[in-house]
């Protein structure tokens, strides 16, 4: 239901402390008529909560039913069979496998460096861009070595806490991994990795006497959080002293490809280049991050969502090169090939998004394979096998339960 035509009065209103991140409704979600605050079928994070807490809203309006609970039902079996598959490494989780990997330390101390960042601004202390330049540089460099492990990151690790410092972090793994597509050069680059880790930070600059009211928001109120962007623009540059185009890229990430975002209401190439990119790495992120029991094809899932927005809110060709980008089954998937044999993909092309290399995890008479036994398959050599569906974590965990 669109409340511009039949107003939250029409829809019913869910306290926001009955909330929780994992569940989803089967209608859009809003915080108000003017307001959205989730579609239908996507499943509500950590930091959206965080985020209505910074606001103090207490009431979101839907049409819709709630869904999702049985993510967290204690159903002995599929949850037995799930904590069996992850045992055996069949899971999405990166935390177990990867917790003393070089490369996991370094995007663990990124989000870390982030989060002390927010912090500041918060409490309002001074700050300085030499340690965003110092995260940036690093997040460069290492996308570059290590793109892979990267995006497994973003699709697989479990930190808990500083969700928004987790989310820009992965924001910017993700913007700098499509500017890298696209053959920026590579400042300019680093500007777009820059902007998405700052691309939130005016949500903890809103005013007062809204993030400390106690009563509902004024329909008025509620219209001043979206001047965050404008926040963030000015954190940016006042703050930080980071240069206009950087400025831009954290004022224009909720602009929309057919003019109807905001803050400025810009369209098409009116927007910058930066915040084009940050806006289909943020959506995508929310989407894939946060889900209890995390489903491994929700890449995948994100993936059709995003082409599914028909050149509405994002730049299609940017859209094209981040699919390309990320694959159309991204890493870390769990996938069935044309046999029977049921694997990871491990390493995705841009050039050939439909045939990535994968890592074999049972056989096609559905015999797990140990972890010294799980060869590789580059599907691209090996032209006989092809992918034929992917496949969910706990379809899979009932297939290991199985046998």
């Not at 006497?209 to 004024?218: N, R, S, V």
């Not at 930080?240 to 890229?249: H, R, S």
Request: aromatic share 6%; proline share 5%.
């Amino acid at each position: 239901m669109d409340p511009k035509k039949g107003g939250t009065s029409k829809l019913r209103g869910i306290p926001v402390g009955d909330l929780r991140a994992g569940i989803a409704f089967t209608e859009a979600v809003y915080i108000d008529d003017e307001n959205f605050f989730v579609p239908a079928n996507v499943f509500i994070l950590q930091k959206d909560l965080d985020k209505l807490a910074l606001l103090n809203i207490d009431t979101v309006y839907t049409a819709g039913r709630p869904k999702g609970t049985t993510l967290r039902r204690a159903s002995t079996p599929d949850k037995a069979r799930t904590e069996d598959s992850r045992k055996a490494g069949f899971g999405h989780s990166l935390a177990a496998t990867q917790q003393n990997d070089a490369a996991y330390r370094v995007y663990r101390a990124i989000i870390d460096r982030v989060n002390e960042l927010f912090l500041k601004i918060a409490d309002g202390s001074p700050i300085e861009n030499s340690s965003i330049n110092s995260v940036s540089t690093q997040l460069l460099q290492a996308l570059r070595t290590q793109r892979e492990q990267y995006v497994g990151f973003v699709l697989g690790s479990e930190i808990k806490g500083a969700e928004m410092a987790k989310s820009a972090a992965n924001i910017a793994i993700l913007s700098g991994l499509t500017a890298q597509e696209i053959k920026l050069p590579s400042h300019k680059i680093l500007y777009v990795i820059i902007g998405a880790l700052l691309h939130d930070a005016g949500m903890f600059r809103l005013p007062k006497k809204i993030l400390e009211k106690k009563e509902d928001l004024t329909p008025e109120e509620r219209k001043k959080m979206r001047v965050h962007p404008l926040l963030s623009r000015e954190i940016a540059l006042r703050e930080l002293a980071y240069p206009e185009e950087i400025g831009d890229i954290v004022g224009q990430h909720h602009e929309r490809w057919d003019g109807t975002g905001y803050p400025g209401r810009l369209p098409g190439d009116g927007i910058s280049i930066g915040a084009r990119i940050v806006s289909i790495a943020d959506s995508f992120e929310a989407m894939v991050s946060h889900k209890p029991y995390r489903s491994s094809i929700v890449g995948y899932e994100a993936n059709k969502n995003l082409l599914a927005d028909n050149s509405c809110r994002f730049d299609p060709d940017i859209l094209k090169v981040f699919i390309l980008t990320m694959g159309i089954y991204p890493i870390g998937s769990i996938v069935r090939l044309n046999n029977g044999t049921v694997a990871r993909v491990s390493e995705v092309r841009a050039s050939t998004p439909l045939r990535p290399k994968v890592q074999v995890l049972m056989d096609p008479q559905m015999k797990a394979r140990e972890p010294a036994e799980r060869i590789f398959i580059d599907l691209l050599v090996e032209k006989k096998l092809f992918i034929a569906k992917a496949i969910d974590a706990l379809e899979l965990a009932k297939m290991h339960g199985q046998n």
